[in-house]
C-alpha cells in the first residue's frame, strides 16, 4: 500500500522544518512510484528514479555489466524480459510468479538474493517499489540503457592530453586550468567572481604554500609590489622556502597515514621505532622536488633499488609503518589497502572476501597483490654513532622470506585459506597494460651482513666507551667524596665493606671493571669479525680465540658485580625476606664459579661470539618459531616483486596514478577535490564534471617530470586560484551553483590545526624553525615552540589541541574534517598557549605599528588596532570595526582586571587592553580561516 499523503503543514512550524517534509514527501512519491490509474509515463519515470536504482544497488554487481551470473543481465527491463539459465527475470502483472521478486522476497538464505555475504537484503518498503513496478507490467523507458562497459569507464582509460578550449575572455584566464572551467561556466550562463584584493592573495599564499602567515612587513611589500610578475615571483620564493616542504610533507603524511609507534607501556605494538626518519624523508624529498613517481618507488621498494643507500631506504617506512605485533593479515591487510587507496584510488580491500561489487576486480586481485607484499617485513638498521636500537635506528622494509605462499581466505575468513592453490603476483587484468616483470635482486654484502658497514662497528666501540667514561666519572666523583679503599674480597665479592659510601665506591669500582671488560670485548669481537671478512686472513682463529676469551671475561666481571650485589641484598635483608636473598646469593655464586671455570677452560673454534648487529628485524607474535631471532642472518636476495610493483604503479601508461596525485594536491588547495571520492575512482564515480581539466594536469603533471612544484605553480597562478571567496552580489550564481562546482568562486577553507598553532606561536615570535629529529613527546608538547609537524603522532598519543580543531586521524586520513564545535572557541580564547601567546603578539604589533607607522604615539590604538587586523586578519579593519575596536580597548582599561596578578596572562602585558584584542582577533573567523 501507499502511504497517504502528507497533510498541510501547520504555519507554526519552521520554514526549514517545513521544506524538511516537503523533500520527504517527494522522496516517497519518487521511489514508491505512482498508484495505479496515474497519468501515462508515470510507471516509466518510476522504474527510472525506483526500481533501476534499486537493481543498481543490489542486482548490478553479479548481473550487470561487471558479470552475469546464471547468464542474467539486470540492467535493462529487455535483458530482464530475456533472462538467463533460468528463464525470464518476470512475467508482467504477476511478481508473485516472477523469479526476480521471489527471489529477492525469499526467506530462504540459500534462495534469496543477494546473498547474504554479497549484500544487504531488500527492505519491504523496496519489495513493494519492485512489486508495484512488475504490477504496472514493468514498464521501461525508452532508451533503456544498459550499465557502461566497466573497460570504458573515465578512470581506467588513458590519460590522454586534451585540447584546450579557446576562451573569449582572456582577462578571465590566467592559464589553461581557467580555460576549461570557464567553458564550463560559459555553459551555464555563469560568470567567475573576481580576484581577491592582493593582501588576501599575498596571505593566501603565505599559508597555503609554507603553513605559515606572512610577517605585516612582508604583506605590505608583497601586495605593494606594482611588478607585473610580482605575484609568480612570489610564489617562486615561497616553493622555495624550506617552510613549503614541512608545510606538504603534513599533507602527505595523512594521505600516506603516517603514525609514530604506539602500544601499550613499552610494548610495540604498532608502526616502528623512529619511524620519524620516515617523516624527514619526505620533508627532504619535497624540499629537493623529488619526482613523484621516484618517491612511489622509493616508499614501496627502495632496499631492492638503492640497497646501499641510508637516505632513500628512509622511504621505506611507508611499509615498515605498517607493522602490527598481533596479527601478520591485518599488517598486509592495511598494506594492500592504503597502497590500493593512496596510490591508485581503488578501494581494494573491497575484494578480500568476494569479487568486487562495483569494479572488475575479482577476489583472486586482491591475493594476487598481496603477494607482492607476502615476503616483506620490517626491520631496524644501525645508524653512524649509535648501535642502540631502542634509541635511534633507520626503520625500513627488506624481504625476508623469499617463497612464501599467498592463499586465497575463503570468504575473506584467515582461517580457511584455499591451500589448493599457491596464489602468485599479478595485477587486475583491466589495468594490465604490459606484461609484469619480476626479477630478484642480488644484494650487496653489507644489505645482509650490516654489521660490515663502517659505521656499525665505531658506533659498538663508541657506546662501549662512552659506558666505561661515564662509570669512571661516577667512581671518581664517590672517590672525592669518600677516598677509602673500594676493592672488594675477588674471591668473595660479596663481602663488601659495611659503610654505605664505602659500599657504593666498591660497587662503582665494580660497574667500571664490568665497562672495561665490555669494552675489551667489543674490540676483540670486532677484530674477529675483520678478519673473517678479510679474505687475505689465512688464520682468523686466533682473532677468534681472543674474542671468545674476551667474552669469558665479561661474564666474570658482570657475574662478579651481580655476587656482590647479591650479597648487599641478603646483609641488609629483614626476616621474611632472608630466605629468598640467601637463595639469590647462592645462585649468584654459582654462576660467578661456572664463568670462572669458563676462563680456563680451553677455546674451541666453534664457539660462537655475541653479535655486533647492524640490523634487528621487528617479529610479530606469531612468527615462525624457527625463524624469530631478531639477530638472525638476512637473505641475500629479495624478491624483486615490490620493484615490479612499483614501476607498474609509476608507469606513464598506468591510468590512476597521476589523476589520484592531481586530485590530492587540488583538494589541499582548494579543500574540494576534482573527484569527490579521493581514494576511489572506480565505477561507484561518474566521470566527474571536470574530467578533461583533471587530465590536463594530470599529463602536464607526468610531462613535467612529475614535478609536484610545477604542479602547485601551475594550481596557484591560476585565476580559479585567485579569485575572491566572497558571496557579495552573487545571488544569482548560488541560486545556479548553490555548491560551487563550477568553481565561480574560491571556496573558504578552516585552516588545519597544525597552521592555526604555529601561526599563534610565530605571531608572538616563539616558533622554533628547527627542522627534523625525534618526535616531541607528549609530556613536552605544552611547552614546546616546534612546529606542529613534530609533534608525536599516533594512535595514542594525538596533542589534545590539535585534536580539538580535527587533527589527522592516524588509521585514514584522506581528508580532513572541518567540524565547528564550542571547544574551539575555548581552545582559542583559554588555553594556556594562547594566554601566553597574546601579550607577546600584542607587543609584536605594537612593534610594527611603530615601524609601519612613527606617528602611531599620536593615535596609537587607531594605529594598533589597524596594524592588528591586518597582522592577524590580513586585512585592513572597515570603520565600523576600527571604532568597534577602539571602543572595546577604552573599556577594558577602565575595567577592573579579570586575573589574579600572580597569574600569566592577558592582563599582564604593558598594556593589557592590547592583549585583550588579540585575544579576540584570534578568535576570529578569519583568523582560522584561508579566504
Not at 35 to 42: F, H, I, K, N, T
Not at 450 to 477: D, G, K
Not at 525 to 544: E, G, I, M, T
Request: aromatic content about 8%.
Amino acid at each position: 500500500m501507499l502511504p497517504a499523503p502528507f497533510p498541510t503543514v501547520p504555519s507554526r512550524i519552521s520554514k526549514p522544518f517545513c521544506g524538511v517534509l516537503a523533500c520527504l514527501s517527494t522522496l516517497f512519491a519518487t521511489c514508491l512510484g505512482p498508484a495505479r490509474g496515474a497519468e501515462p509515463g508515470a510507471s516509466e519515470a518510476g522504474y527510472t528514479s525506483g526500481v533501476k536504482p534499486l537493481l543498481a544497488q543490489r542486482c548490478y554487481p553479479c548481473h550487470g555489466a561487471l558479470k552475469q551470473k546464471a547468464q542474467l543481465r539486470l540492467d535493462t527491463v529487455a535483458a530482464m524480459r530475456r533472462g538467463g539459465k533460468t528463464g525470464p527475470a518476470f512475467e508482467p502483472g504477476a511478481p508473485t510468479r516472477s523469479l526476480l521478486w521471489l527471489r529477492a522476497a525469499s526467506a530462504d538464505p540459500e534462495e534469496r538474493m543477494p546473498p547474504e555475504h554479497e549484500g544487504e537484503r531488500f527492505t519491504s518498503a523496496q519489495l513493494e517499489i519492485l512489486s508495484a513496478w512488475i504490477t504496472q507490467g514493468a514498464p521501461a523507458p525508452d532508451p533503456d540503457l544498459p550499465e557502461p562497459d566497466p573497460q570504458q569507464h573515465w578512470a581506467f582509460r588513458p590519460v590522454a592530453r586534451p585540447a584546450i578550449p579557446p576562451t573569449r575572455d582572456p582577462t578571465l584566464s590566467r592559464n589553461p586550468i581557467d580555460a576549461f572551467l570557464e567553458r564550463a561556466r560559459e555553459r551555464r550562463g555563469i560568470r567567475a567572481q573576481p580576484e581577491a584584493p592582493r593582501l588576501t592573495q599575498v596571505r593566501r599564499l603565505y599559508l597555503d604554500l609554507v603553513g605559515l602567515p606572512p610577517t605585516v612587513e612582508e604583506l605590505e611589500r608583497d601586495s605593494s609590489d606594482p611588478a607585473p610578475d610580482a605575484y609568480e615571483r612570489l610564489v617562486g620564493r615561497l616553493l622555495a622556502d624550506p617552510r613549503h616542504s614541512e608545510r606538504w610533507a603534513r599533507h602527505w603524511m595523512d594521505i600516506w597515514r603516517y603514525s609514530d609507534p604506539f602500544g601499550l607501556g613499552d610494548q610495540l605494538r604498532n608502526s616502528q621505532r623512529h619511524l620519524w626518519h620516515w617523516r624527514d624523508w619526505i620533508v627532504e624529498a619535497l624540499d629537493a622536488d623529488l619526482p613523484y613517481d621516484e618517491m612511489l618507488r622509493l616508499m614501496l621498494a627502495a632496499d631492492e633499488t638503492h640497497p646501499h643507500d641510508l637516505e632513500r631506504l628512509r622511504a621505506t617506512g611507508f611499509l615498515a609503518r605498517n607493522y602490527f605485533l598481533f596479527n601478520r593479515h591485518q599488517w598486509l591487510d592495511d598494506t594492500v589497502e592504503h597502497v590500493g587507496k593512496a596510490f591508485l584510488g581503488l578501494t581494494l580491500n573491497c575484494a578480500k572476501c568476494h569479487d568486487h561489487k562495483y569494479d572488475p576486480i575479482p577476489q583472486v586481485d586482491y591475493y594476487r597483490l598481496r603477494a607482492f607484499f607476502e615476503p616483506y617485513h620490517a626491520r631496524l638498521d644501525v645508524l653512524p654513532g649509535e648501535p642502540d636500537l631502542t634509541r635511534d635506528g633507520l626503520p625500513r622494509a627488506f624481504d625476508r622470506d623469499l617463497d612464501p605462499p599467498t592463499y586465497r581466505f575463503v570468504r575473506g575468513q584467515e582461517n580457511r585459506p584455499d591451500l589448493t592453490t599457491r596464489i602468485q603476483p599479478g595485477v587486475p587484468d583491466i589495468l594490465a597494460f604490459a606484461p609484469l616483470l619480476i626479477r630478484p635482486v642480488s644484494l650487496p654484502v653489507d644489505a645482509y651482513e650490516p654489521e660490515r658497514r663502517p659505521w656499525v662497528l665505531e658506533a659498538h666501540h663508541l657506546a662501549a666507551q662512552r659506558r666505561v667514561e661515564a662509570a669512571r666519572t661516577e667512581r671518581n666523583r664517590l672517590a672525592a667524596r669518600h677516598p677509602a679503599p673500594a676493592s672488594p674480597p675477588s674471591e668473595t665479592p660479596e663481602c663488601l665493606p659495611e659503610s654505605g659510601p664505602a659500599q657504593d665506591l666498591a660497587l662503582a669500582e665494580l660497574a667500571l671493571q664490568v665497562a672495561e671488560a665490555e669494552r675489551r670485548s667489543v674490540e676483540a669481537r670486532s677484530q674477529a669479525l675483520r678478519d673473517r671478512w678479510n679474505s687475505a686472513n689465512q688464520n682468523p682463529a686466533s682473532s677468534h680465540a681472543e674474542a671468545v676469551a674476551a667474552e669469558r671475561a665479561v661474564a666474570v666481571a658482570r657475574a662478579t658485580r651481580a655476587a656482590a650485589l647479591a650479597g648487599q641484598k641478603h646483609a641488609h635483608a629483614e626476616t621474611p625476606q632472608r630466605e629468598t636473598a640467601a637463595q639469590e646469593l647462592a645462585k649468584a655464586r654459582e654462576t660467578l664459579e661456572k664463568a670462572r671455570l669458563a676462563v680456563r677452560a680451553p677455546v674451541t673454534g666453534q664457539e660462537a661470539l655475541t653479535p655486533l648487529p647492524g640490523a634487528a628485524w621487528t617479529p610479530t607474535r606469531f612468527a615462525d618459531s624457527t625463524k624469530d631471532d631478531p639477530s638472525q642472518e638476512f637473505p641475500r636476495s629479495s624478491t624483486g616483486r615490490r620493484t615490479a610493483l612499483a614501476s607498474w604503479i609509476t608507469d606513464p601508461r598506468q591510468p590512476l596514478t597521476a589523476r589520484v596525485a592531481v586530485n590530492h594536491v587540488w583538494n589541499r588547495h582548494f579543500s574540494t577535490p576534482l573527484v569527490p571520492s579521493l581514494f576511489d575512482f572506480g565505477r561507484k564515480n561518474p566521470t566527474p564534471l571536470h574530467a578533461e581539466l583533471l587530465d590536463w594536469l594530470a599529463s602536464g603533471f607526468v610531462a613535467s617530470g612529475w614535478s609536484l612544484k610545477h604542479l602547485h605553480r601551475c594550481i596557484v597562478t591560476s585565476a580559479a586560484y585567485r579569485m575572491d571567496s566572497s558571496q557579495r552580489d552573487a545571488a544569482d550564481r548560488l541560486a545556479l551553483d548553490p555548491d560551487n562546482t563550477l568553481w565561480w568562486r574560491r571556496p573558504p577553507i578552516r585552516l588545519e590545526a597544525q597552521v592555526i598553532r604555529d601561526a599563534i606561536l610565530i605571531h608572538a615570535g616563539r616558533l622554533d624553525l628547527t627542522r627534523g629529529g625525534p618526535p616531541v613527546p607528549p609530556a613536552e608538547q605544552d611547552q614546546s615552540r616546534r612546529r606542529s609537524l613534530y609533534f608525536m603522532h599516533s594512535h595514542n598519543d594525538r596533542n589534545p589541541w590539535l585534536a580539538t580543531f580535527d587533527d589527522a586521524l592516524v588509521k585514514e586520513c584522506y581528508r580532513r574534517e572541518q567540524s565547528i564545535v564550542p571547544q574551539q572557541a575555548l581552545a582559542l580564547l583559554n588555553s594556556r598557549l594562547v594566554l601566553d601567546a597574546a601579550p607577546a603578539i600584542a607587543q609584536h604589533v605594537a612593534d610594527a605599528a611603530l615601524r609601519l607607522s612613527p606617528e602611531m604615539r599620536s593615535n596609537s590604538d587607531a594605529t594598533f588596532v589597524q596594524t592588528a587586523f591586518l597582522t592577524l586578519l590580513g586585512y585592513r579593519p572597515a570603520a565600523a570595526e576600527l571604532d568597534a575596536a577602539q571602543s572595546a580597548l577604552r573599556a577594558w582599561r577602565t575595567a577592573p582586571p579579570q586575573t589574579d596578578p600572580t597569574t600569566p596572562g592577558v592582563a599582564h602585558a604593558a598594556d593589557p587592553a592590547h592583549s585583550q584584542l588579540v585575544a579576540v582577533l584570534l578568535n576570529h573567523h578569519d583568523f582560522v580561516t584561508l579566504r
